[in-house]
């Protein structure tokens, strides 16, 4: 029942990454790289801006934590647009690849320049504590507030990103986009405003899963993004890349995976192979993923 | 043609590095010393390049050794894997260090030192403790007690003092030091009575460990016995609390740091830790360090690396000045022969295995301080 409780919280986490991963992808057909960079920025304005935000919302209180979720949001969101708009739109018509090694080498611009004293330093720093300390207790698991909270904000946004790409115009706009670039542009979308929010959009993403993660795990570090963006990624394309309930389900399921076989005594280390290897399994029986389909339009 | 360009430049190039390598112009003795300044474990080599500093600035106050004054050359690895032998071949090939001193991780020394014993220069290891490192070879030195001693320790005062019976084990399968003094708890503990109820595993540098330690709770141990390094320990120590499990957790020496508490706070509590040595402990040559630390570093009180790196240093220079020479064999034979050094760990015995014989204190984190609870000789039920 704990592993239970704990493998759904991690695996929700994943599902928020994961989330960020397909929304850029199923619009542009690029993996962006720099998103696990995003989860660390979105972490670390969280650590800045949480102890200006206690005085108002009262040390660890669930309105602290909104808070501070919404600004580190902001705050990823500009950064991500930002880092379109420099990297990634003047290498819009050149190959494919062009922009993926791009994407890479920002990630790793992100990494390592925040590693300098000057930035973040590379230490370890404590997260500060945004939420009441005691757990509830509940069949029989001791559950902590991060771990209830997380499950419920990854299912929110699912909901709400499925309203906002089928339900408003720019959700038209950007399965438009999707589809055919040229052919939106010719009937009127302006491709780059809906390219703009799509990054926006994902690094908040981002930078909501990166300050969850961070009160569950209470320390961050620059490369704190990079295993987290990993399997989230492993997971979106399990799930079938591109499709949002896809992603979710595939968090879940690595989220799950990890825990279990983290809790066994003697393989505890060999986790990330076991989980991977299953990975490779359940791709080849289904090549698109678990909710992928070959050829059908998503976003 | 193209070709004697090319030999020339290569010429000129020996001729150049020739000239660099006997230390500097001023005729000064180049220690390189390599340590962990930045990254994950970064107070550790913070801590021992300040008492390696200081050792090295009072001994060139008294005018230095064989009437040579010193020159520290440090050079930091990050705390990362994979750094350490590049920056000491390039302390003994480009500045022509004549000894290393360096790394609190035995990891990392464990990458240095191969690069000292293939170059004949000595190394001396402020703080790693686990037994591999010093049979790399015999120019390889340590001033710490090793593992096995320092997991017997810690196994008999589980079940002497605590009288605990069921323990946990959580190791990190990245560190040769924490493989090591779980190994040597296990075995001790076992020995003495105790069971190890489960064996789990976790990666130093993750963030997440409460898989395991939700097994862990499930097994229901009095304790879990935890030999990792501080951030991680720190991490799990808050995440144990919130899995609801509230057993002491137990601890080697890569637990102390000011920052296990910063980034633990209330959840150290009451957990305990066996190292080196004890500021309350001191004798009058540890009393003086204490003294002449803070003066040095702004009222700032030295930590058990700190006062490994002091005496690194120190025991390096009794040796030079007794083998009157800085010549690698000669420096290692005097190493080899060090008996009742006093430092400001106290007495330094170095032993046939050319690791250092000493006493062990046990600690308890109280009201976010360490408090000294209990000294263990070597002689007690030293291996």
Known sequence: MQQLVNGLALGSIYALIALGYTMVYGVLRFINFAHADLLMLGAYAGYFVAPALAPVFGEASYGLLAATVFLAAVACAGVGAGIEYLAYRPLRNRPKLTVLITAIGVSLLMEFGCQHPAVFGAKTRPFPQLLPAEQIHFLGATVSRVDMVIPLVTCGLLMGLWWLVQRTRMGMAMRAVSFNQQAAALMGVNNNRVISFTFALGSALAAVAGVLYSVRASGIDPLMGIRPGLIAFSAAVVGGIGDLAGAVLGGLLLGMLETYVGGLPGVSNYRDAISFGMLVVILLVRPSGLLGRAQVEKV | ?383
Not at chain 2, 250 to 277: C, N, Q
């Open chain 2, 1 to 383: 043609m193209n070709r004697s360009i090319l030999l020339g430049t290569v010429a000129a190039f020996c001729l150049f590095a020739g000239c660099q390598k006997p230390g500097g112009a001023d005729g000064a003795i180049v220690v390189g010393e390599f340590a962990s300044l930045t990254g994950k474990e970064a107070t550790f080599g913070m801590s021992s390049h300040e008492g390696t500093q200081l050792a090295v600035e009072q001994i060139n106050a008294e005018g230095g050794v064989l009437g040579r004054p010193i020159k520290l050359v440090t050079e930091d690895n990050q705390s990362k894997a994979g750094e350490s032998a590049t920056v000491v071949s390039k302390m003994i090939s480009r500045d022509g260090a004549v000894a290393i001193l360096g790394e609190v991780a035995s990891s990392r020394s464990l990458e240095g030192a191969p690069i000292c014993q293939e170059n004949r220069v000595p190394m001396i290891s402020p703080a790693s403790t686990n037994p591999k490192v010093t049979r790399i070879g015999n120019y390889i030195f340590r001033v710490c007690f090793i593992d096995p001693f320092q997991g017997t320790v810690m196994a008999n005062f589980a079940t002497q003092k605590l009288k605990l019976r069921r323990v946990a084990v959580l190791t990190d399968v990245k560190s040769d030091y924490s493989k090591g003094l779980a190994k040597f708890f296990e075995q001790s503990f076992a020995e003495s009575g105790g069971e190890v109820c489960a064996r789990l595993d976790f990666n130093g540098g993750d963030k997440d460990f409460k898989a395991q330690l939700t097994t862990i709770k499930g097994s229901n141990p009095e304790a879990v016995f935890l030999p990792g390094y501080y951030t991680d320990t720190a991490l799990i120590c808050r995440q144990a609390k919130e899995v609801g499990l509230e057993v002491p957790f137990l601890g080697g020496d890569g637990w102390e740091s000011e920052e296990l508490v910063k980034i633990g706070k209330e959840a150290m509590e009451g957990h305990y830790f066996s190292t080196h040595y004890t500021p309350e402990a001191g004798s009058p040559k540890g009393a003086k360090f204490v003294e002449d630390y803070k003066k040095r570093y702004s009222g700032k009180t030295p930590d058990t690396m700190a006062a490994l790196g002091f005496d690194s240093a120190l025991v390096l220079v009794e040796a030079i000045r007794q083998a009157g020479t800085t010549e690698g064999s000669a420096v290692r034979e005097k190493l080899a022969q060090i008996k009742d050094f006093e430092g400001a760990t106290g007495r330094t015995t170095i032993n046939g295995d050319r690791d250092a014989t000493k006493s062990a204190v046990v600690m308890q984190i109280k009201g976010g301080k360490f408090q000294y609870v209990d000294t263990v000789k070597p002689q007690s039920k030293a291996p």
